[in-house]
């Protein structure tokens, strides 16, 4: 079976601090897909990333950066110089290839991040 | 619309009573997803439709949970005699093929409180 951690329940900063959204998975899969999404408080889930199993190459998307580690099996979110407007519930996700099931995601608990001005 | 909709947005039902969710989609997505939002925890699957046809239902807790995608675009999660356990967000998601390669685009979900 599927799951995903992310251990880090909340995580408090101050802007323009750099902080790491840590998140380990388990899969017996060799080909998945692991993704990030954002969930502001209005609710709407907004994705961030998609990466599969196959590409180990971290990915930088302005000041947001992901270190994929299959070693290890932990697929990591970076905000760097965060902003108020980073404050949010952020869950990290992956999807197996199943026949019926589609592209059905399994979702870690979340990480609360705050950052204060 | 651009994105995926979901009306209500809010529901407060009294034990007992049957509610109606409803999903729009993204216009030309073949797959729609439900998931179930306890608070503060992660979306759990709940169905899945390709087109008209619901290939995986397994993830639906009781068979008070319906749900249906007659014409493969809007979809409608019923739930039948609510109980409290039932209060939660439901999130309908959509992804333009069937393939697992695809990203899931959700919408803002609808809260629903049972008392």
């Known amino acids: 079976a599927q799951k995903v951690t992310q251990a880090q329940t909340e995580i408090s900063v101050v802007e323009k601090e750099d902080v790491t959204l840590d998140c380990v998975y388990e899969?017996?899969?060799?080909?998945?897909?692991l993704f990030w999404y954002k969930q502001p408080p209005s609710g709407e889930l907004v994705f961030l990333i998609r990466?599969?199993?196959?590409?180990?190459q971290n990915e930088i998307s302005g000041r947001y950066s992901w270190n994929f580690q299959k070693s290890t099996s932990s697929f990591n979110f970076t905000i760097t110089a965060s902003q108020v407007v980073d404050s949010a519930v952020y869950f990290c996700a992956l999807s197996e290839a199943q026949e019926t099931s589609g592209s059905r995601l399994t979702f870690g608990e979340g990480t609360q991040l705050t950052v204060n001005p | 619309g651009a994105g995926v909709s979901q009306s209500p947005r809010y529901k407060v039902a009294k034990r007992g009573q049957d509610v109606a969710l409803r999903c729009d989609p993204i216009s030309g997505h073949v797959s729609l997803f439900w998931y179930q939002q306890a608070l503060g925890q992660g979306p759990e699957f709940l169905t899945y439709f390709q087109n008209e046809a619901q290939l995986d239902k397994s993830g639906l807790p009781s068979d008070r949970f319906f749900a249906e995608r007659p014409e493969g675009s809007v979809s409608t999660l019923k739930i039948q005699r609510t109980q409290q356990e039932d209060s939660a967000v439901y999130l309908c998601?959509?992804?333009?093929?069937?393939?697992?390669?695809?990203?899931?685009?959700f919408g803002p979900g609808t809260r629903l409180t049972v008392l």
């Open positions: 990466r599969n199993s196959f590409d180990e």
């Open positions: 998601a959509s992804s333009l093929r069937n393939g697992f390669t695809d990203t899931q685009y």
């Open positions: 899969t017996r899969d060799t080909t998945y897909y």
